[in-house]
């Protein structure tokens, strides 16, 4: 299953005079549901842009299954097997639901053929029903937002999904949609989901749950059922 492994990463802006990430050691698996907590300015959505290599770590390295991020094409990358799903959705406003999800497959190569029946699969797959395929996303609810940025996400063909507060504007029935389906892409696809976020009820829901303070990144230990 694909996985992120991370070896003393650390980040430190320019002329900063601290580590925001700080040597990081850890494997985020697939298959699982993984959350990162902790307090605004502790390091989280840096370690995110790592990550998705939006930047690159000062020191220490990435990898994804086994290949250093410092090694690929990052542009590359990013389109086929990172993907990130954001708070604010980040659809193309002028597109219908079903073009949005299919954009990602028109870069990458899919035949052109295939490329509607697989935008209907993938949004029938997140709960979005046929009369919503066509309309514009100021004409879903934030709920139905958020399905179509997962759907376009998965049309890259990413099995790596990073998740920056995907439920920050989102009310709790469908964050709580939001969180099961996140969870069954990765126990039912083998997908690897990180999710940044401050929302207790996801890191209980999550198999695994980091904590950081201060860019220092620890594994909490789950209590037992």
């Known amino acids: 299953m694909p996985g992120l492994r991370l070896e ?24 699982k549901l993984n959350a990162v907590v902790g307090p605004s300015g502790s390091g989280k959505t840096t370690l995110l842009s790592l990550m998705a290599g939006l930047d690159q770590p000062t020191q220490g390295q990435i990898f994804i299954d086994a290949e250093p ?17 954001f708070q604010a959705f980040q659809l193309f406003p002028l597109l219908t639901a079903l073009e949005n999800v299919c954009f990602p497959m028109q870069l990458n ?9 697989k935008g209907k699969s993938l ?8 009369d919503k395929y066509k309309r514009y996303p100021a004409n879903l609810s934030g709920g139905e937002q958020q399905r179509v940025a997962i759907a376009r996400t998965l049309a890259t063909g990413a099995q790596v999904l990073l998740a920056d507060e995907p439920t920050g504007n989102l009310d709790k029935v469908n964050g709580d949609k939001l969180i099961e389906i996140l969870g069954q892409l990765a126990h039912e696809q083998g997908h690897c989901v990180i999710i940044v976020t401050h929302d207790p009820s996801i890191a209980e829901r999550s198999d695994k749950v980091w904590r950081m303070s201060d860019g220092v990144l620890i594994e909490h230990q789950l209590a037992s059922p």
């Open 69 to 85: 991020l410092a090694g690929l094409d990052l542009d590359r990358y990013r389109r086929e097997r990172v993907s990130m799903i």
């Open 109 to 117: 190569g899919v035949p052109r053929e295939e490329i509607p029946e």
């Open 123 to 130: 949004l029938s797959s997140v709960g979005i029903t046929e």
């Open 8 to 31: 003393n990463v650390c980040y430190q802006y320019k002329n900063g005079d601290r580590k925001v990430v700080n040597e990081v050691t850890c494997l985020f698996e697939g298959g």
